[in-house]
């Protein structure tokens, strides 16, 4: 009987102890998916592509307690690394350049898969400035249109640190995640920057369409549309001034069409500061302003 108490007992211990391993990891997967839904709403509520980098390697940082972080881009030859954004101890580095293919970030880069190193500083492919003060360190991809973009890297500057596998599945759907936020962000830039260009060149056009390209007073199409609109007016009154410049084609043809245009821009000139801002100075003719 008491063999089979102590049985008894020592089965009842291991089943409580199975059940409470279980009970920890399921409350710590849901501390972390709950985590890794805040992290993903506050990454995808980003727009601003170097806003959302910063976002991102915190993050990353936090759920893996890392002590430092980075987001490496390529330059336009992909022949470079640059490291664009930082925090904690790597921050003195931003700006830093290395190949494209060296160290534990150029294997990301080669394979597009998440690198591991644990005890970076005997690896003897490790590179700088990472080999000055990384203990441990992780690198994954930033994708866009299943390509890699950029790296983010995680290190660990203290000693004894390691990145263990729960941090790396976590970094997996973060990865995946920040990839996709970093498209729609960069989408988003892009777009954005098409509708600028698109303003800058229709107020260009409409520029050009109402003014004088030699000196940029209103031209002759801007100033009969304004007597139209003056026409229409019930009452007021309006004063109008029409004028030319004597001799202009004499100095044309004695001392060439640049001094000419001096002439023009410098009645234009005077002109304009003649006038207050609300009223119309056109040059409606090769020598004629109104």
Do not use: C
């Not at 391993?21 to 849901?30: F, P």
């Not at 729960?166 to 777009?191: M, P, T, V």
């Amino acid at each position: 009987a008491a063999l089979h108490n102590a049985e008894l007992y020592t089965s009842l211990q291991k089943e409580l102890t199975e059940r409470l391993i279980a009970d920890a990891e399921l409350q710590r997967r849901n501390k972390l998916l709950s985590f890794l839904h805040e992290a993903s709403m506050e990454i995808m509520n980003r727009q601003d592509v170097v806003d959302l980098l910063e976002t991102i390697v915190k993050k990353a940082a936090e759920i893996t307690g890392a002590s430092t972080g980075s987001v490496l881009l390529f330059n336009d030859e992909r022949t470079e690394r640059i490291r664009v954004v930082a925090t904690g101890p790597a921050s003195a580095m931003l700006g830093s350049r290395n190949r494209i293919d060296e160290g534990a970030a150029g294997q990301v880069w080669k394979t597009g898969k998440l690198v591991l190193i644990n005890d970076y500083k005997r690896w003897e492919h490790r590179s700088h400035p990472a080999d000055t003060m990384a203990e441990s360190v992780v690198y994954f991809p930033l994708k866009s249109a299943n390509e890699v973009v950029g790296i983010i890297g995680l290190w660990h500057t203290e000693a004894g640190k390691r990145f263990e596998s729960k941090d790396i599945e976590i970094l997996d759907q973060l990865a995946g995640l920040a990839s996709i936020a970093y498209e729609n962000a960069y989408l988003y830039r892009e777009a954005q920057k098409e509708i600028y260009d698109r303003r800058q060149t229709e107020e260009l056009l409409q520029y050009q369409n109402f003014h004088d390209s030699l000196t940029g007073l209103y031209n002759r199409t801007y100033f009969e549309e304004e007597l139209q609109r003056l026409d229409k007016r019930r009452d007021g009154s309006a004063g109008l001034i029409m004028l030319d410049v004597d001799g202009l084609k004499l100095i044309n043809d004695t001392l060439g069409h640049e001094r000419g245009d001096l002439l023009l821009t410098s009645v234009a000139h005077i002109l304009s500061v003649s006038f207050r801002s609300s009223d119309i100075v056109a040059r409606i003719g090769g020598d004629e302003f109104a």
